[in-house]
């Protein structure tokens, strides 16, 4: 990841479309620890988890004005932050699912996502990426738009 | 509008049509043909089963979706909300803890839940929609109650309400292939909590 993220810091005038683009063409991923949940509305996990939390995925496009609605959330946690989120999952009747039918998903922050230095950049490449790997109809054509 | 109307005005748009029971107070027939003509996409059907009449609104061309219509005319009113007419009293919501005249979300799953062991055997079709309503107010109310609170608010009701679930199961299978088994199963799991 630390050799990913200097070559994209080589890069200058990023855009959204360069920036994606190019995390594209690298192969390295971090590897996320993620527990998948099918919960009736995601929405009541999030007013019962009082911790911090970092949305990415379709509710983070949904917020930033695409044209979509969300079903699939996807939350990054800090790692102390991962037991009490699931807890409140579980008290709004969440279960365990598989990750096609899961509708809310947590994952454990990778510490290269809190850079010190342009950690803007580094979450909003996570973001694009995420926003590809759902697989979303609207995300997907808005990425590939040239 | 009455009744269920107050559900879909308490839950999220995306499932609020599923709140699908519609009471109307009507003064006579010629206001029933001037509502079927301003809903041209809606054909009203009469149904008569038993010594009950259902009133269904179907959508035609489009999403098989019904609507139950209950139509109250004006000669069956009992006591007075609108100067001088009579409302069936199964239809008024009593003394409900209200924002403004809108009953909240508390006192409408208590009222459903209350509802559901008393339909009569041939009205499964209506109890099934009380499941799915309750569901709806459970998971999708627009005032932010969580499940896990309306679920500690309602002991009673819910165990109540446990006993009927199975007939329910069936008549969303015998009539919608089991349309609705994942609502169903998660409103077990609260029913059980």
Redesign the interface.
Known sequence: MARAYKRVRSLTDLDDQRLFRHLLSIKERPHWTTLHFSIPNPRQWNNSYEGPRWFSGEVAAEVEGYNLVAHRWLVYLLPDDMEPAVQAAKDEFAKMAAPSSANLILRVTDPWMDLPEDSDLVQRGQRLLDYWASRHIQLTAELMHD | MIGGWAVYEQV?P?VAQQSRDVDLIIHDKNTLWAFNSQLPHWGLQWRRKGRNTFNDCHLIGGDPMKIFVDIFKASDFKESLLGGSRVPKQSLVKAPPTLDWLPDVDFLVKEKLKTIPRRQRDVEEKRLKDFIDV?NL???NKQ?K???ELAEANPDGREMALQYLDAARHQDNASRGGLYQVQLD?IE??LR?
């Open positions: 999220d995306l569901y459970t998971f999708y932010d969580s499940a896990r998660r799991a609260w909590a």
